[in-house]
Structures are given as structure tokens and as C-alpha cells.
């Protein structure tokens, strides 16, 4: 019943015929929603810390060799900032994919599990950064509450911290309670390797050195190559290398910069070399993509 309150609500604030693509603003901090009503359109998003439960559809996300899907009544988790090929499975004009964000704030996180004993830390092992889980009913109630306060802006400043935490303790409370700790817990390998995620995406122009940025969370350089691949699907180098080439992609796009100026702007020397990585992680060279997305459809 309480998933069905959601889904109705979502919907109606939304409306039937509503046609917006991507992500849409609520006014609740931390709360996004969103909507594609095309399928079988893969994208290359970078993702924040955040939990998505699914509405409606179904959507799949690749990280490097790692593929969940997920569908009605269940969440996707991922507790860094991730870079997916993500994937709308189902929707339609008719039938939109639609689904409800909310992102993980560690500080909150870690003060609940504080007030939570009887959680444990799980032992040091493989990192994962990301799990599909089913959404509970104590789960769906708080999220669909706290939308609910986007109709009520005047009540949401005064409400809205409140459900927040009770969002934050269902997660904690939740089967995935231990994985959601383990984003957040200061010693943990998978919140220092955030950590060092944060470092490389501060200034994408910068020569990465791995070393000194294994020593900055106190690793061992081949320790942290080892769980940063773990966590992310790719080296060091190799994360950095996506993040630019998303950046220069949205410079292109959104700004309408020329494929040479957004490359210099993310830290490449190299045109040619840019181009070939363009190319080959999207599939068409950087001045045929923004050709293409600047003509009339």
C-alpha cells in the first residue's frame, strides 16, 4: 500500500503527460527526481553518492564489468562518485521510467549509526561501491513523506532535517545496513577511497601521482590501486581519464565550446589524442558529436 501511495503521488505531481527528460528539481534538498520516456538509450553519467528508488521501469548501470539492473520496488546504492554507463530498460511516452533520488549525506549517516550499537563495521574485504536491494515499506513511507514537503515548501526547512534522519536510520536498519556503514564510516577503505575520488575530481587538470595520493589516506600504493579498482572498475588513471572526457563532453554541450577548448579546459595537451579517446569511450569523434547535437531533430 505505502509503495502504492508513492507511485500514485509521484505520478500526479508529475501528470500524466508530463514529457521532461532527466532530472527534475523537487525544492527538497538532497531529493531529485527522474524521468526518460525513451528506452535502450545508454548514457555515461557521472553519479553522486545517492540512493534511487525505482517508480516505474527499469533501468540497468555498468560499472566496468559489473552490471545490476533494477526495477520497480527496489533501490540502487551507490556510495561514491561513480562513473556508469547507465541504461533505461523501461519506458515509454506512455509508461515513463520514473524514479526518486535521495543522496547519502556520510556526516548524518555516521551520527545515526552512532545512536545504533548494535551495528557492526564488516571486516576489511573486497570494496564494493554500488548493490541493487529491495525497498522496504519504511523505506518508501519516509522518501514519499519527504516529497510530499515539495507541495509545502513554507513546512519543508522546518520538517524536512527530521525525515531526513529517519531516512538515513532506515537505510542503516535496512538488509544493506552494514554496506550503507561502510560508506560512511570514517576508517573504512570504501569512505577513504571517496576520499580520494574527491581528491582527483578538485582539479581534472592536474598530473595524477598516484603515490602521494595513496599516502594522503594512508595506503600503501599498491593496496590502493588494488581497492580503488575494486570500488571503481578502473585504475587511478584510467577514473580520471573518464572523468575528463565527461567534463569536455558537457563543456561541448552545454556551453557549446569547440572540441580543442574544452580538451585544454580538462587537462589534455593533446588534440589528437582526445579525439581518439573520445571516440572511443562515446562512440563518435568530438566534432561530429557536437555537429550532431547542435542540428535540428
Known amino acids: 500500500m505505502i509503495m502504492a501511495w508513492l507511485v500514485d503521488e509521484l505520478h500526479s505531481y508529475l501528470g500524466l503527460t508530463n514529457r521532461q527528460e532527466g532530472v527534475i528539481e523537487t525544492g527538497i534538498p538532497g531529493l531529485t527526481l527522474f524521468q526518460s520516456i525513451a528506452a535502450s538509450v545508454t548514457r555515461h553519467v557521472v553519479y553522486k553518492p545517492v540512493v534511487c528508488a525505482v517508480v516505474q521501469g527499469a533501468k540497468r548501470v555498468r560499472l566496468g564489468e559489473a552490471v545490476r539492473e533494477c526495477a520497480e520496488g527496489q533501490i540502487l546504492a551507490i556510495g561514491f562518485d561513480a ?166 563532453r558537457r563543456i561541448m554541450l552545454s556551453e557549446g565550446a569547440l572540441a580543442g577548448d574544452a580538451a585544454y579546459r580538462v587537462g589534455y595537451q593533446s588534440l589528437s589524442q582526445f579525439s581518439r579517446e573520445y571516440h572511443r569511450l562515446f562512440g563518435i569523434p568530438p566534432r561530429r558529436d557536437l555537429v550532431g547535437t547542435r542540428s535540428p531533430t
Request: proline share 9%; aromatic share 8%; charged share 20%.
Open 83 to 248: 562513473v556508469l554507463e547507465s541504461t533505461i530498460l523501461q519506458g515509454s511516452p506512455e509508461r515513463p521510467y520514473r524514479a526518486v533520488s535521495f543522496e547519502l549525506d556520510f556526516a548524518l549517516l555516521q551520527e545515526v549509526a552512532a545512536r545504533m550499537p548494535e551495528l557492526a563495521l564488516p571486516k576489511a574485504g573486497p570494496v564494493e561501491g554500488l548493490f541493487v536491494g529491495e525497498r522496504t515499506d519504511p523505506l518508501a513511507d519516509a522518501l514519499r513523506r519527504l516529497f510530499l514537503l515539495a507541495s509545502t515548501p513554507r513546512m519543508a526547512p522546518v520538517l524536512a532535517p527530521g525525515m531526513q534522519r529517519e531516512i538515513a536510520y532506515h537505510l542503516l536498519a535496512g538488509p544493506h545496513g552494514r554496506d550503507f556503514l561502510r560508506f560512511s564510516f570514517p576508517g573504512s577503505h570504501t569512505h577513504l577511497l571517496s576520499m580520494a575520488v574527491h581528491e582527483i575530481q578538485r582539479d581534472l587538470t592536474r598530473p595524477l601521482r598516484v603515490p602521494e595520493l595513496a599516502a594522503s589516506i594512508g595506503m600503501s600504493p599498491s593496496l590502493f590501486h588494488q581497492r580503488f579498482k575494486e570500488m571503481t572498475s578502473y585504475s587511478p588513471i584510467q577514473f580520471q581519464k573518464r572523468l575528463r572526457l565527461l567534463e569536455a
